[in-house]
């Protein structure tokens, strides 16, 4: 008892990095590229950039090849404006889509393995949400590898960021943000292996540390998913934005959530009730099993209300039907291998042959760390913090308002990462490097380690762990309303000062997993409310947040919901209006992105 | 399908605050559909949360969560506790770290060590060809790309090079050996002596005996060997 926490000793670079993911890493690519020299640091949770979670993403990435004889950008702008129900921001759809082609032509050359065409081009197959001619066919659109789209872009970043001379530093969370004069001058971290904590001094920090919903009792999500990004940036003191749309994807795997890609869905596979309906033709009759994620989930969940759902014995779950038995035996061993694979070897049922049950799973936060376009944080509603970047899924530019299509991630990951690198040696031009440590710097971190260690009580980890993912699950899930917010809320204020007294497992710094993890918890239970907050906020329904009480969208939400909690649940809102550049320019379809209803 | 066993789990501990090791015996109540991740969370919560195992995607597609049991390498993700039960013919396991880099503590090893291996294989293109005349993407026939697309599943999971009798001995490796052969079979890899040392270097391809241990235990049923032998064979 008693240990008194010190930072171990300070180093230096250039370029901090928090989370060597897709994103991270393109960002730490563009600046080798374009600044060589440049010292950077990326971080990561796991053992090697390689295994951060973008490597598990199957589908594709959305881009519009500017030969292509009948897509074009205006559509995929279109749409992703659409998806979102109205609400990202036009002048990042705009940016994005324009460079999403050119990015997956840097994949390619930099040695991603795309699947390919008879002539050898990049293939591409449909997905849910992606039209041609403003809504009216399916969009030959996302370019992929096999169904492991992510682990081809994954490699590629890491692969080049290993060329570049990326400093990689894993086993290690970053705890807390440094900040001196407004400024963001590094991270405290922890390493794991030796149980300390290092201060990394940086002219710029890039926050990309992914994503963050395993705070849901299904989820698509790794262990490390647990929102540390968010919990540093609320820490510190800044916003975050749109928190409360989460985005339940309609096919998780019975059971622990795994997902199965809308890949298969874009290859034809249909979704059935219990009756073996098609029933998806009746909630969206042109989309079908390709519309948007929130409604098929929406869809399923009222099959299964209605009674119409199945119910499996071994997870004690209800779910619905995946059809891919009509699929050539081509389509299941070439295009869709690893998901056939992952459901004979975690669900037990073979594709080819049977029916696959799947239920939704919470895989996506569109909401994040509020950016403009360029990937600076924003600090309050006017400006940003300098020497402060983030990208990728912890981040909100925001391309994807409060629902994303699929495929616009892995889109925003790299044209962002680029962007944001871009961004970053344009501001390393002029950046100084920081004097020295702030003399506050690990008080935070300091403070919430010397609690865990010095826990005194009876709660168990595990029994919070369990009662915050079936609660978020339950009452800030796909379904919410006032009422059931208001006891979210509640609860997981009793949850946070529950977790005060969880003695941990043993004092011993070194590879000490049981502590690492009641910090994450705590970011779990901090972010959990933010969400439950701004959906209890928000009194309406916009893409994936759907209020029971509040069944429709209403104007008076146009806008992005900026949550500030510098200590729990002291929350205070905030209004960051919705980018209308496009509808605002006044040129072709300009009307198409005005406040348009949403149908498929 | 839901049938539940006991089953004794026989854990290699190691705390690295007193470097003592031993061995901890777990007896588990266990749902048959559970994977050995969720066994181990399991022990974790009810019984001893002082064990540390790794994991991270948990569905066998990260590479993160190689564990030892009952001799075999295998990913703790993706095995069951109904299959491992018929499998092994048993309901004891014994769960042994990787033996490719150093024990951090219990299951967890060094595994960011052992990446040190993979970054010898240079993994990116070490001179890409020049681009297409239509400056988009290099034309890559289906027919060229399935001759290694295999290959590029792996996961670097380090199973293989576990079980590699010669991966212990100043081999480079299965995996890594294999990275270096599909930047050869990649048609846009220009720098094809740089990578044929590598290939041949001291210890490069022939340090591997070609028993196939690698092709057995690779749980993404790569047929590593088989590249390993274009390598040597010089085809590529
Ligand atoms: C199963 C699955 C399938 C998907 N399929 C698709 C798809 O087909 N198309 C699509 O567009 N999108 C898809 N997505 C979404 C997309 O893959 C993710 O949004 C994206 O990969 C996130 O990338 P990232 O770079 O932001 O984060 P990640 O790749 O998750 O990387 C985050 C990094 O930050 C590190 N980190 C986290 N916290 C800390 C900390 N405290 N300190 C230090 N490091 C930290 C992590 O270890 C990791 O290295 C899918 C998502 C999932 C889960
Ligand atoms: S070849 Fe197979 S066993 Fe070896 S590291 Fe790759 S995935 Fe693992
Ligand atoms: S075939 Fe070669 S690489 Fe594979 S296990 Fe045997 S010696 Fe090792
Ligand atoms: S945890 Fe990712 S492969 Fe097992």
């Given amino acids: 008892m008693g240990k008194t926490l010190t930072v171990d000793s300070t180093s230096r670079c250039d370029v901090l990095i928090i989370g060597a993911g897709g994103a991270g890493l393109r960002a730490a690519a563009q600046i080798g590229e374009q600044r060589p020299g440049t010292s950077i640091i990326a971080l990561t949770k796991v053992f090697s950039p390689q295994k951060s979670h973008t490597t598990t993403a199957q589908g594709g990435m959305a881009a519009v090849d500017p030969k292509d004889p009948v897509d074009r950008a205006i559509f995929h702008m279109f749409d992703t404006w659409k998806g979102s129900d109205c609400s990202a921001d036009q002048n990042v759809i705009k940016k994005l889509c324009a460079i999403g082609w050119e990015e997956v032509v840097w994949l390619e050359r930099h040695g991603m393995h795309f699947s390919r065409t008879e002539e050898g081009r990049i293939a591409k197959r449909p997905f849910g949400g992606h039209m041609l001619d403003f809504g009216e066919t399916l969009a030959f659109r996302a370019c992929y590898e096999a169904d492991r789209t992510g682990k081809g872009i994954m490699d590629t970043v890491w692969a080049e960021s290993l060329k570049y001379g990326v400093n990689f530093i894993g086993q290690c969370i970053a705890t807390e943000l440094l900040c001196k004069d407004g400024h963001c001058i590094g991270a405290i971290i922890f390493r794991y292996p030796e149980g300390k904590f290092f201060a990394i001094l940086a002219k710029a920090t890039i926050i990309a540390t992914g994503g963050k919903t395993r705070m849901y009792l299904v989820s698509s999500n790794c262990r490390g998913n647990t929102g540390d990004g968010l919990a540093l940036a609320l820490n510190t003191g800044l916003p975050v934005m749109d928190l409360e749309a989460v985005q339940f994807h309609p096919t998780g795997m019975v059971g622990p959530g795994i997902l199965a890609s809308e890949a298969l869905r874009g290859e034809g596979a249909i979704l059935r009730n219990k009756d073996e309906e098609p029933f998806m033709e009746r909630y969206a009759p042109t989309a079908k099993d390709l519309a948007p994620r929130d409604l098929i989930s929406r869809a399923i969940i009222q099959e299964i209300r209605e009674g119409r759902g199945l119910f499996h014995e071994g997870h004690n779950a ?10 050539p035996k081509e389509v299941h061993e070439k295009k869709i291998q690893e998901v056939c694979s992952f459901f004979k070897r975690f669900v037990g049922v073979d594709p080819e042959k049977d029916l696959c049950p799947v239920t939704p799973t919470a895989h996506y936060q569109m909401g994040g760390i509020p950016t ?80 865990y260690l010095h826990a005194q009580g009876k709660e168990k980890y595990a029994e919070i762990r369990d ?92 806008y992005h919901t900026l949550v500030y909690m510098p200590k729990f649940n002291t929350v205070t809102f905030d209004k960051r209006p919705i980018d209308m550049s496009i509808f605002e320019a006044k040129g072709d379809h300009y009307e198409l992105f005005d406040y348009i209803q949403r149908e498929y | 399908m839901s049938i539940s066993h006991t089953i004794t789990l026989e854990i290699n501990r190691y705390d690295p605050d007193t470097e003592l090791s031993w061995i901890h015996t777990y007896q588990v109540e266990a749902s048959g559909i559970l994977r050995f991740v969720d066994v181990l969370r399991k022990i974790n919560d009810e019984q001893d949360p002082t064990l540390a195992w790794p994991s991270s995607c948990e569905h066998a597609q990260c590479g993160s969560c190689g564990i030892i049991v009952n001799g075999k390498p295998l990913l703790a993700c993706e095995l069951l506790v109904k299959d491992a039960v018929e499998q092994f013919n048993t309901h004891t396991f014994k769960l042994k770290p990787l033996t490719i880099a150093p024990v951090l503590r219990d299951l967890v090893v060094d595994l960011e060590k052992a990446y040190d291996r993979v970054h010898k294989a240079k993994p990116y293109l070490i001179k890409p060809a020049p681009p297409h005349r239509d400056g988009d993407e290099y034309r ?39 990275a270096n052969m599909v930047r050869l079979m ?19 391809v022939y340090r591997c005996h070609t028993a196939r241990a690698c092709s057995f235990v690779c749980p993404k049923d790569i047929d590593v060997s088989h590249f390993l032998a274009l390598g040597k064979e010089g085809k590529f």
């Fill in chain 1, 467 to 558: 009662t915050l993912r079936n609660l978020m699950m339950e009452k800030v899930g796909i379904f919410r309303s006032e009422k059931s917010l208001l006891e979210a809320v509640d609860d997981l204020g009793e949850l946070k000062e529950r977790a005060t007294h969880i003695p941990p497992g043993t004092t011993c710094m070194r590879t000490n997993q049981d502590l690492w993890q009641i910090w994450e918890l705590n970011n779990l239970i901090t972010v959990s409310m933010v969400i439950a907050q701004g959906a209890l906020a928000r009194k309406e329904s916009r893409g994936a947040h759907f209020r029971e009480d509040y069944p429709k969208r209403s104007d008076e939400f146009n």
């Fill in chain 1, 318 to 327: 209800h779910h619905v039907w995946l059809d891919l038995r009509h699929l």
């Fill in chain 2, 140 to 178: 890559i026939s289906p027919k060229t790309l399935e001759i290694y697309s295999e290959a590029t599943r792996c996961i670097n999971c380090f199973c293989c090079a576990t079980a590699c009798i010669s991966s212990h001995h100043h081999f480079l490796g299965p995996n890594t050996t294999m």
């Fill in chain 1, 372 to 451: 403009n376009e360029f990937g600076e944080v924003q600090g309050d509603t006017h400006g940003i913090v300098p020497g402060l970047f983030a990208c990728g899924e912890v981040a909100a530019a925001s391309l994807h308002g409060l629902n994303r299509l699929g495929t616009n991630s892995l889109l925003e990951l790299i044209t962002m990462g680029r962007v944001t690198g871009e961004g970053v040696v344009e501001y390393l031009k002029d950046a100084k490097d920081p004097d020295g440590l702030p003399p506050d710097a690990g008080h935070i971190i300091f403070d919430q380690f010397s609690t």
């Fill in chain 2, 186 to 204: 990649d048609p846009r890899e220009r720098a094809r002596k740089e990578r044929m040392d590598i290939l041949y270097r001291e210890d490069g």
